[in-house]
């Protein structure tokens, strides 16, 4: 018969991780050593979520729901924090058992502190229409952030702010900050990490910056098992931005891709609805007006060059170690030559999945590009269309 496995009983330097329920403040109470399975996927975008199982007669499943139940995840390699975040809402299914008690699992759901970015709302200064701020990317992320924990007397520590990312301008009113924040620093190529401290008792906000890997993979490599693609022609070579005003009166202006209506020897039209930029008044100027147009002209264009969709599932080899330091993290750029015709393809670390079941002990599963899972793409798009109609009421 072959032992049942409790990650104490693994190498590894023993457990891979420490699991610690917590309290509502964030102090740990106990530390759980023989869950069923425990998973978490940490996401360089999207908020990193995972699950712990246990039997429902678990001693320390009472912890696990008491009222603002928290978490904290460690690594047992380094100590480093995975995860901290919230526990919400559990399932599970039982049945007596022959000796009385239940039999039967039951499953919480762990959720990053960074869903803060989901639950907290932009709120504009009194007085004003929205909140806008200009800046470098990482700035400009960092002062909504704190802007709203302030306004919510929750605590919160900004670490060394670096001023990476390009200069963009960012306005939100009554939308939650990640509506508004992440799309711009997925441009900006950088990525938000968000951490409560319970030592300190307040949250921890900061930046990262990606770095890209020296290895170019291929199908020789021997680091990818499998992998896909999908390639497609621009959406759009013009865009025709509409602004402030309405009817006939609407500001409008038309961004050109010249060079690619050259090149591909076709057109396609596009429209940008951008009523919330403000209009020429109060010491405005219409050449303002103008520029910001542009500007949302030149992002959608961007946008619809739709660069090649890679999805890589990769082996955790020591080239591609999972880890600080030298070893893959969140976001950084893996240099590829994997798709017929196409050359080198950057595909960004979007996801690391670690899970550790009974059945196969400890594993790792970065993933590289796009997320092509059908449930996570439409998840995706659902969130989407939900913001864009959060912020077409916001300006209405």
Same mark, same amino acid.
């Given at each position: 018969?072959?032992?049942?496995?409790?990650?104490?009983?693994?190498?590894?330097?023993? !457990?891979?991780?420490?699991?610690?329920?917590? #309290?509502?403040?964030?102090?740990?109470?106990?530390?759980?050593?023989?869950?069923? =399975?425990?998973?978490?996927?940490?996401?360089?975008?999207?908020?990193?979520?995972?699950?712990?199982?246990?039997?429902?007669?678990?001693?320390?499943?009472?912890?696990?729901?008491?009222?603002?139940?928290?978490?904290?995840? *460690?690594?047992?390699?380094?100590?480093?924090?995975?995860? /901290?975040?919230?526990?919400?809402?559990?399932?599970?299914?039982?049945?007596?058992?022959?000796?009385?008690? $239940?039999?039967?699992?039951?499953?919480?759901?762990?959720?990053?502190?960074?869903?803060?970015?989901?639950?907290?709302?932009?709120?504009? @200064?009194?007085?004003?229409?929205?909140?806008?701020?200009?800046?470098?990317?990482?700035?400009?992320?960092?002062?909504?952030?704190?802007?709203?924990?302030?306004?919510?007397?929750?605590?919160?520590?900004?670490? !060394?702010?670096?001023?990476?990312?390009?200069?963009?301008?960012?306005?939100? *009113?009554?939308?939650?900050?990640?509506? %508004?924040?992440?799309?711009?620093? &997925?441009?900006?190529?950088?990525? $938000?990490?968000?951490?409560? #401290?319970?030592?300190?008792?307040?949250?921890? &906000?900061?930046?990262?910056?990606?770095?890209?890997?020296?290895?170019?993979?291929? @199908?020789?490599?021997?680091?990818?098992?499998? +992998?896909? +693609?999908?390639?497609?022609?621009?959406?759009?070579?013009?865009?025709? %931005?509409?602004?402030?005003?309405?009817?006939?009166? *609407?500001?409008?202006?038309?961004?050109?891709?010249?060079?690619?209506?050259?090149?591909?020897?076709?057109?396609?039209?596009?429209?940008?609805?951008?009523?919330?930029?403000?209009?020429?008044?109060?010491?405005?100027?219409?050449?303002?007006?103008?520029? #910001?147009?542009?500007?949302?002209?030149?992002?959608?264009?961007? #946008? &619809?060059?739709?660069?090649?969709?890679?999805?890589?599932?990769?082996?955790?080899?020591?080239?591609?170690?999972?880890?600080?330091? /030298?070893?893959?993290?969140?976001?950084?750029?893996?240099?590829?030559?994997?798709?017929?015709? &196409?050359?080198?393809?950057?595909?960004?670390?979007?996801? $690391?999945?670690?899970?550790?079941?009974?059945?196969?002990?400890?594993?790792?599963?970065?993933?590289?590009?796009?997320?092509?899972?059908?449930?996570? %793409?439409?998840? =995706? *798009?659902?969130? !989407?269309?939900?913001?864009?109609?959060?912020?077409?009421?916001?300006?209405?």
């Amino acid at each position: 018969m072959i032992p049942v496995m409790t990650w104490t009983k693994l190498g590894n330097r023993g !457990a891979p991780w420490w699991f610690e329920v917590c #309290d509502k403040d964030g102090v740990p109470q106990e530390e759980i050593t023989d869950p069923q =399975s425990l998973t978490f996927t940490k996401r360089h975008g999207p908020t990193p979520t995972g699950s712990i199982t246990l039997p429902p007669n678990h001693p320390l499943a009472p912890l696990l729901t008491q009222p603002g139940a928290r978490y904290r995840l *460690r690594s047992t390699m380094d100590s480093e924090v995975i995860s /901290t975040g919230l526990i919400r809402g559990s399932q599970g299914q039982g049945s007596p058992g022959v000796f009385g008690g $239940i039999v039967g699992t039951g499953t919480w759901n762990l959720v990053d502190d960074r869903v803060v970015l989901g639950d907290w709302l932009i709120h504009p @200064p009194a007085g004003s229409a929205q909140d806008t701020r200009t800046g470098p990317a990482e700035t400009v992320a960092l002062q909504f952030i704190s802007a709203a924990a302030s306004r919510l007397a929750k605590p919160l520590i900004v670490l !060394a702010d670096q001023g990476r990312g390009g200069t963009v301008t960012l306005s939100g *009113r009554y939308q939650p900050l990640s509506d %508004v924040l992440n799309p711009a620093i &997925a441009n900006a190529g950088i990525g $938000i990490r968000i951490e409560w #401290d319970h030592n300190q008792a307040t949250y921890k &906000a900061w930046c990262v910056e990606p770095k890209t890997h020296p290895l170019t993979l291929t @199908p020789e490599s021997g680091a990818v098992p499998s +992998w896909t +693609w999908s390639m497609s022609t621009p959406t759009a070579t013009r865009v025709l %931005v509409a602004g402030p005003g309405e009817g006939a009166d *609407r500001v409008t202006r038309e961004v050109i891709d010249a060079a690619l209506e050259a090149a591909t020897g076709s057109i396609r039209e596009a429209q940008v609805d951008a009523r919330d930029v403000k209009p020429a008044e109060d010491g405005r100027t219409i050449t303002q007006v103008y520029a #910001d147009l542009d500007k949302r002209g030149a992002q959608a264009l961007a #946008d &619809a060059m739709l660069a090649p969709g890679l999805t890589l599932d990769l082996d955790n080899t020591p080239e591609l170690g999972v880890g600080t330091g /030298t070893g893959l993290n969140l976001g950084d750029i893996l240099n590829t030559e994997l798709i017929p015709g &196409a050359g080198i393809i950057e595909a960004p670390i979007s996801e $690391i999945a670690l899970s550790w079941t009974t059945d196969e002990g400890f594993t790792v599963t970065p993933t590289a590009g796009e997320i092509t899972n059908p449930d996570r %793409v439409i998840t =995706s *798009r659902i969130a !989407a269309l939900a913001a864009d109609a959060r912020k077409q009421r916001s300006i209405g």
